[in-house]
């Protein structure tokens, strides 16, 4: 029996991922329901890297499939679907840090896990944290950072939430290359994850759902 | 006599003990018999932990990073752009911490040769990022486009040249239009018309300031490693290389570009590893000779526990780099992996290398793991780690220490060290990790 289109994908068998896709699309499936089967496709692939057969490589050629197969069936969508999030998130890496590999890691699982993930990037001002959670009321926040320099830069992120009277509406998450849990109680944020596995589960237990 | 020949002929046991009795006596006038006693102690100390024999106590090593700006009072930039304050800074550091090994101010590079260059590889202090800031950041880009690798294979001076440095040194750009450059015929025209083109001029011009400007730089940095020897402090300066892997995947084609390649191209991808390897072994040995030490530094980024699976570590990463290594200890020299993240998963096949020849610093993985697999093998180090030294009391840090002696101290072969570099840290808790060697390290 030929694979489906959801194994195909979570399977990263580009070239026959993509004619199904074109197939279908000339057979007249709905592009939603495509995009709806690559959605559950990608929560495999979450699955995978979260029980460790998936790495960092796959990842990346999962979601550059995905961008593909996302071009298209664009012509094709007549309406956006109004997909239901869990709940917000914003994610960034603090000032003065330009890494984003576990940055989009952080992303990637927390988007195939069902949340709304505003990521700001890199490098990411104080003042850009506190705008993006005053005009989102995100319930989560991740600040992740790879060097030392982002303890402090993660420290003045919590205080200017403080002192813009937020801090006691979200939950503050960190993580990436060097921080522990010492840096989080230094930076006073709630809680620090190894990976981003650590990440979903965390903003899970924080919005109630587990 | 045929030094070379007598040279081949060496095993690299042999051909070591030549290099570390050249790093045992340097070229300098110690400034006291005190001084010349004390570089000897402490080099000793070191490579008797490398040969896995037991020193009269565990050496201990702090790379210096962007430390000595901090602790000189001042940032990392004036220290980029004022050789002065870095060779002042750098005397201090070496003056008040009492460390078996020390860390050349070498990569603490001329932010001015990088402005001359428009050198795009790097963010620094003022230049992309804040003045005040403690590090520069390396800038990942796809520099090696995913179908240029048949371009690599084929000549890679030639892809250095026309594809890499055009697009990394800005003022290198006109390159990128140069015809391939392979006339050796013996007359001149080529080079001379080539020499005449007007776009070319901004490139001489610039060569010939960054040149000097850098000149400048090193005046200072050979300075410092030579005042310091003078005063007893040996240097870990010798060769640099980067896994086979690390070079494309750091260097040329990025996080991205690399996971790519590995399921578009990964026969072209093995391919190009294996032409860059006798590069790198070429280059390492070469630094090596040069600054007459033996040690070979090895940053080690995308092989980490995280980034691949075990399966991909042994088909991309490992078979290349064992070839480095041991190209490397054939030649008498001592590579020094520094593996950042956590290598638990590799420590298996890491081990596969002959007895006594290289030094692993490990920074997050299980050091009490890393003893039990590699304690017959490799000499072992790092793991106290920037975090800690960032948030922990001089206490806490001394006992830290005082634990990772007793696991992996046990036998020889072991040497104290940070996991990583420390831009900042309460200066306390590095005397602490001194201290501790000290008093804990000791062997009866």
Redesign the interface.
């Known amino acids: 029996m030929p694979k489906d289109f959801i194994s195909l994908l979570a399977d990263?068998e580009?070239e026959e991922v993509i004619k199904l896709t074109k197939k279908r699309l000339e057979a007249g499936d709905e592009a939603l329901t495509i995009l709806e089967d690559s959605r559950k496709a990608m929560e495999v692939v979450g699955k995978r890297f979260a029980g460790g057969?998936?790495?960092?490589?796959?990842?990346?050629?999962s979601g550059?499939l995905l961008k593909q197969i996302t071009e298209l069936v664009k012509p094709h969508l007549v309406q956006s679907g109004d997909t239901k999030h869990l709940s917000k998130v914003v994610i960034g890496t603090v000032?003065?840090?330009?890494?984003d590999?576990g940055l989009n890691i952080v992303d990637f699982m927390l988007s195939v896990n069902g949340f709304e993930v505003y990521n700001l990037g890199v490098?990411v001002p104080v003042k850009k944290f506190v705008e993006k959670m005053k005009e989102t009321s995100a319930p989560v926040l991740g600040l992740s950072g790879f060097?030392?320099?982002a303890?402090d830069a993660m420290k003045d992120t919590v205080e200017a939430l403080e002192a813009a009277g937020i801090r006691g509406k979200m939950k503050i998450m960190i993580g990436g290359?060097?921080?522990?849990d010492?840096?989080r109680?230094?930076a006073k944020a709630d809680a620090y994850g190894k990976?981003a596995m650590a990440a979903v589960f965390l903003a899970k237990k924080w919005i109630g759902d587990n | 006599m045929n030094l070379a020949k007598k040279w081949d002929g060496l095993s690299w046991q042999e051909k070591r003990e030549e290099r570390f009795k050249q790093w045992l006596s340097p070229d300098v006038k110690f400034s006291t018999p005190q001084a010349e006693k004390l570089y000897k102690e402490r080099l000793s100390r070191f490579i008797k932990a490398i040969k896995m024999e037991k020193p009269d106590r565990v050496p201990v090593q702090i790379p210096a990073g962007s430390f000595p700006a901090h602790y000189s009072g001042t940032t990392l930039r004036t220290l980029m752009y004022d050789y002065g304050a870095l060779k002042k800074a750098w005397l201090k550091f070496i003056r008040d911490f009492d460390m078996d090994l020390y860390d050349s101010p070498g990569l603490i590079f001329s932010g001015r040769v990088y402005e001359i260059l428009d050198y795009k590889l790097y963010q620094w202090p003022g230049h992309g990022l804040p003045s005040d800031i403690s590090m520069h950041q390396f800038v990942e880009d796809e520099y090696m486009k995913a179908d240029e690798y048949d371009a690599f294979i084929k000549d890679p001076f030639d892809f250095s040249l026309r594809y890499f440095l055009p697009r990394t040194w800005g003022t290198l750009a006109p390159l990128s239009s140069m015809t391939r450059f392979n006339s050796a015929l013996g007359l001149p025209f080529q080079l001379l018309s080539l020499c005449a083109n007007p776009d070319f001029q901004p490139v001489f011009q610039a060569m010939r300031e960054a040149s000097q400007e850098l000149a400048k730089w090193q005046a200072v940095v050979s300075e410092c490693s030579q005042l310091a020897k003078e005063a007893g402090c040996p240097s870990a300066a010798g060769g640099m290389a980067l896994a086979p892997f690390d070079t494309f995947a750091d260097m040329f084609r990025g996080t991205r570009g690399i996971a790519m390649d590995m399921y578009r191209q990964p026969d072209k991808l093995l391919e190009a590893l294996e032409v860059v390897t006798p590069q790198s072994i070429e280059s390492a040995v070469a630094a090596a000779d040069m600054a007459g030490c033996p040690m070979v530094f090895i940053p080690l980024h995308k092989g980490a526990d995280n980034f691949m699976s075990q399966k991909q570590y042994e088909k991309f990463y490992w078979p290349t780099f064992r070839k480095l290594l041991m190209a490397l200890i054939n030649e008498g020299c001592v590579p020094r992996r520094v593996a950042d993240g956590s290598y638990n998963e590799r420590l298996e096949i890491i081990k596969d290398l002959p007895r006594a020849s290289v030094v692993w610093i490990f920074e997050q993985t299980d050091m009490t793991k890393a003893k039990d697999v590699l304690g017959d093998t490799a000499c072992i180090g790092g793991n106290v780690t920037a975090a800690q030294l960032y948030t922990n009391t001089p206490q806490a840090i001394k006992e830290y220490c005082r634990q990772l002696i007793e696991v992996c101290g046990k036998g020889g072969g072991y040497i104290l060290s940070l996991g990583s570099s420390v831009d900042r840290c309460n200066p306390k808790n590095l005397q602490a990790v001194i201290e501790a060697a000290k008093e804990y390290g000791v062997y009866k």
């Open positions: 990263l580009e057969q998936y790495f960092i490589p796959e990842l990346v050629y550059e000032a003065g840090d330009i890494h590999i490098d060097l030392t320099l303890f290359g060097q921080m522990d010492e840096v109680k230094y990976d």
